[in-house]
């Protein structure tokens, strides 16, 4: 099974840089993905890391340390409309996902 | 454009009643998931398909079933609903299980009330 704990809430400056750590205790790992979701809506892909590093995408980045069982999503200047919901979720071997409560992140003026 | 599709978006039923929620792609995606979601568990797994004619359970299963006659569509449903099934219910895709193809993309949601 999976075990995933990540904060439940974070609050920044609009322009900051936030970070949002998940830790995975698994019987199997086979990728981890991290997810936005705005408030009401469905969740929506940001990342997708199966090697240890980290993996860029523009403001975004994500990081995986296999051996720790650890990863954390990287948020640079920070915009307002990065106030959401963020999902860790962890694939294992028979390919089902299995995700962490969420972190809600604030972003203040 | 391809897209997933969820209906009703909102539903309002009452305990004992039998309920189908609707989910339809047309991303011709081997893969579909029905998850819910309810504040401080996260997404969990209900049911999933790996294909037409194969349907699988996920950690909350009871009180649900599906089916998967053609790759579109996979429809869930709650045999007689109750009120611990008041929440939240996302229906995803994707291509394939293979690296790389299995980025699992969500439908809209359905809001369902059991009262």
């Known amino acids: 099974g999976q075990n995933i704990d990540q904060p439940t809430e974070m609050t920044a400056t609009e322009g900051a840089i936030v970070q949002i750590n998940c830790t995975y205790q698994?019987?199997?790992?086979?990728?981890l993905f991290w997810y936005q979701q705005h408030a009401g809506e469905a969740p929506t892909f940001l990342s997708y890391n199966v090697l240890d590093g980290l993996e860029e995408k523009g403001r975004f980045s994500s990081f995986l340390s296999r051996s720790k069982g650890y990863s954390y999503l990287l948020l640079k200047e920070l915009q307002m409309k990065d106030s959401a919901s963020y999902l860790c979720?962890?694939?294992?071997?028979?390919?089902?996902?299995?995700f962490g409560a969420g972190t809600t992140v604030t972003v203040r003026a | 454009d391809a897209e997933i599709t969820q209906s009703p978006r909102h539903k309002i039923t009452e305990t004992g009643r039998q309920v189908t929620l609707a989910c339809h792609q047309t991303w011709n995606h081997n893969n579909m998931f029905w998850y819910r979601q309810d504040l401080g568990h996260g997404l969990r797994l209900i049911h999933y398909s790996y294909g037409v004619q194969d349907t699988n359970k996920g950690e909350v299963s009871d009180g649900y079933s599906v089916s998967r006659s053609n790759t579109e569509d996979l429809p869930l449903t709650l045999e007689s609903a109750a009120s611990s099934q008041t929440s939240v219910y996302f229906c995803a895709s994707s291509e394939s299980v293979r690296a790389g193809l299995d980025t699992q993309y969500f439908g809209p949601g359905t809001r369902l009330t059991v009262l």
């Open positions: 698994t019987s199997g790992f086979n990728g």
């Open positions: 979720a962890v694939r294992a071997h028979d390919y089902k996902l299995s």
